[in-house]
Structure formats: C-alpha cells, structure tokens
C-alpha cells in the first residue's frame, strides 16, 4: 500500500484492530481512518454507506464485530450473530461498490475446533467439535 493512502481500519480499539493502527503507524501510515461505534453504527447500512462515499477509503482492515464472551456468547447467541453479520455485511459490500482496492476480513480463532494445533492453521478449520460457545444454535 502506498503510504499515502485511506485506510480504514473497522475495530481500531479492540485488541486487533488497535495492534493494526500501531503497525501501520510504525510503518509510516499516517492516513488512517477510523470510527468508534458511537460515531459509525456499522450495522447501520445507510450510515456505512453515507462513510464509505464520504472518506472514499483505498484499503480497508475489517476488524470490527460484536464480542463478549462465553457468557454472552451463550445467553445472546441469535443478536451476536446477527450484528455479526450486518457489520461484515456492510463493510464488505461497501468497500466493494466504492472500488476499495483491497480488504483484508479477520476472523476469530473461535472459528476452530476447540483442540486444534497450535500454532493454528487455515486448513484446521472445521475439522475438529467446535468449543460448545460457538456451536450453532439449537
């Protein structure tokens, strides 16, 4: 990426997204955008809409998502999901009719089944019992 260039970064003050900014501002990046969630609901697509035309990003880093835990994850398992899925929803798709040139998607380990090798590998996916949390719902 050329140093010049809009970046987003989606979950720029959660442990990923924070470790992202650090990096590229390591590496020279001083185009950063970013919002929090109280000045861009990005499950919101209009607003995720009006942003993206607004800051005309080049790149984007999707870290953003809902996240609680075990507990959470077990009482609230439909709305994690489906916040989830509109905050990546929209990103994606935003990014994409705005002509973003690139757009790197993080996922979480949890994606993996519970007793995976470490360190964990794309091809260890699903091919293990997930931990119980993150079962599909009944």
């Known amino acids: 990426m050329p140093r010049e260039a809009r970046i987003y970064v989606a979950g720029h003050r959660g442990l990923v997204g924070s470790a992202i900014v ?6 020279g990046y001083e185009n950063l955008v970013v919002r929090t969630s109280a000045e ?3 499950r919101d ?5 009006d942003f993206f035309r607004q800051e005309k990003p080049e790149y984007v880093f999707l870290a953003a998502a809902k996240v609680g835990g075990i507990v959470a994850n077990n009482t609230y398992p439909a709305e994690f999901i489906h916040d989830n899925l509109m905050i990546q929803t929209n990103v994606i798709h935003q990014s994409w009719l705005n002509g973003v040139k690139r757009l790197l998607f993080l996922g979480s380990t949890c994606i993996y089944p519970k007793m995976a ?15 119980p949390t993150n079962e599909p719902m009944p």
């Open 117 to 131: 090798p470490q360190p964990i590998k794309e091809e260890y996916l699903l091919t293990g019992p997930l931990e």
């Open 40 to 42: 861009l609901d990005l």
């Open 45 to 49: 697509q209009q607003a995720v809409a």
């Open 22 to 27: 650090r990096k590229l501002e390591a590496e």
